[in-house]
């Protein structure tokens, strides 16, 4: 029942896309550019250390030593999200790079991970596999790697996890009997998977597939973490597919201004982070963002000041939402129902995309802390103050063992939650931690500090040859 009640909180995203806090918050000024690592405090320093440590934990801790299968949640026992796979296989190399493990044992971890991904069994039946046309399915049983339940068929997701398989073929290039098993078995990972099948509109990729009933009635069309589907699709040198898709997508692109930032519109903004993680946006443009005179990096930029400047307006008038307290995206929430409080009638959810663009906005005072901490290295002077605001202000509740508890809504104070847990007077608070949400708080931050997964991917010829197809120009790709 704990992993049917898990599945049904995950669902929609696949479908739908202190005083001395204060001051130690504030102490990075202005919104005029990402500021560097060098201009940040040695107390901030110092806390985006323990955050990228107890995340990295997380993975390493969490995640099967020996299959490689990282659980979708953790302590609610759960299945194995793919994309957290993605997630963990690049918070390896963060860890070896800032000395948490051993480049061996990492090796060691990721040659794992990807042997078993690989031979896991692929088909078109129903169950006992993990996927097919070198697709996998959403979910997998955390200890035969077979498709769990009926989840579909996920091109988001295995694309989430190729991702990051790439970068670990970019990462480890040792000559050592590990380190070259890795870039082998990335390469057929990746060049198994049959991107052309997954048309199933053209020229648009579907977003899943069921061997019940066949292609879900949804395409990646618009603005969203679809993205990194399109780029590994149009890379890939074995099934690619044609160019015309990356226009396609952009066609329905919502260009909008909100809260006095004009970008192209997502609500959540795990639809601007996650296909960053992997690659570097910074001075490349496709046709569309050279009609509009910005790339993808400022967009997301855009879009994460746009969300700070709503909490601080706070139409909702929600609690505690404000300068330093912000972040709206997927994520956890206390129950499915609608109460009062303070007069007001108010929806809340479980688990939900919530965000807030020009045409949508789907917000019950629900904060997810991987919001700000996915945006670090776009928008570091709001998102890291508002990272050391959320934990010093909610300490333990929210900031434990392994960084940051999935969420909190300050509004539901004296309440009985169906999911996580009430503490009287101060708020709702998640008991979980979740793969997917993990994954960008480390990686982006990583981004921000030291460019690590950006320098190795750009060096990927699948990533530069998607890019090109897509017809992105300029910046690093001239190289």
Not at 32 to 55: C, H, K, M, V, W
Not at 458 to 467: H, Q, T
Request: contains cysteine.
């Amino acid at each position: 029942m704990t992993e049917f009640r898990a599945i049904l909180r995950r669902s929609s995203v696949a479908f739908l896309f202190i005083a001395s806090a204060c001051t130690s918050a504030t102490s990075i000024t202005g919104i005029n550019g990402p500021i560097p690592p060098s201009a940040l405090t040695t107390r901030q320093t110092a806390f985006l250390d323990t955050l990228e440590r107890r995340t990295f934990n997380w993975f390493w801790e969490k995640t099967d030593a020996n299959n490689g299968l990282t659980p979708d949640r953790w302590p609610t026992q759960s299945f194995s999200s793919v994309a957290a796979i993605g997630f963990a296989l690049t918070a390896y190399p963060v860890g070896v790079e800032r000395g948490y493990v051993a480049r061996a044992d990492a090796a060691q971890r990721t040659l794992n991970t990807l042997r078993f991904m690989y031979n896991a069994p692929q088909g078109p039946q129903a169950t006992n596999v993990a996927g097919y046309k070198g697709f996998f399915y959403h979910f997998l049983d955390m200890q035969t790697g077979f498709r769990f339940e009926q989840v579909e068929l996920s091109t988001i997701d295995t694309s989430l996890l190729i991702a990051g398989v790439l970068f670990s073929q970019s990462y480890f290039t040792g000559g050592d009997g590990t380190e070259s098993a890795i870039r082998a078995y990335a390469d057929s990972l990746y060049l198994r998977i049959d991107w052309a099948w997954a048309i199933h509109n053209p020229p648009v990729v579907s977003m899943g597939w069921h061997p019940e009933n066949g292609f879900i009635n949804s395409d990646w069309k618009g603005y969203d973490e679809g993205m990194i589907v399109y780029v590994l699709a149009l890379g890939s040198p074995t099934h690619t597919i044609d160019p015309a898709s990356w226009t396609e997508w952009t066609k329905t692109y919502d260009w909008s201004t909100f809260y006095g930032q004009t970008h192209v519109n997502f609500a959540p903004l795990f639809g601007h982070q996650y296909s960053h993680v992997w690659i570097d946006f910074r001075g490349i443009q496709d046709a569309y963002m050279r009609g509009k005179g910005i790339d993808y990096f400022e967009n997301s930029r855009r879009a994460t000041i746009s969300q700070r400047l709503y909490a601080i307006a706070n139409p909702g008038q929600w609690s505690d939402y404000g300068p330093n307290i912000w972040g709206l995206t997927a994520g956890d929430g206390p129950f499915d129902t609608t109460l009062v409080i303070g007069g007001r009638s108010r929806q809340f959810f479980t688990y939900r995309a919530r965000g807030a663009a020009a045409h949508e906005i789907q917000d019950d005072g629900t904060i997810a802390p991987t919001a700000a901490g996915g945006s670090a290295a776009f928008a570091p002077e709001i998102a890291i103050p508002a990272l050391i605001t959320m934990r010093e202000k909610y300490g333990d509740n929210l900031f434990s063992t392994y960084g940051f508890l999935d969420d909190f809504n300050p509004t539901l104070a004296n309440v009985t939650p169906k999911y996580g847990r009430n503490v009287p007077g101060i708020g709702w608070f998640d008991t979980d931690y979740l793969g997917i949400d993990q994954g960008p708080i480390i990686a982006m931050i990583e981004n921000y500090r030291t460019d690590l997964i950006w320098k190795t991917m750009r060096k990927n010829p699948y990533i530069v040859a998607g890019l090109k197809k897509a017809g992105f120009t300029g910046g690093w790709l001239r190289n």
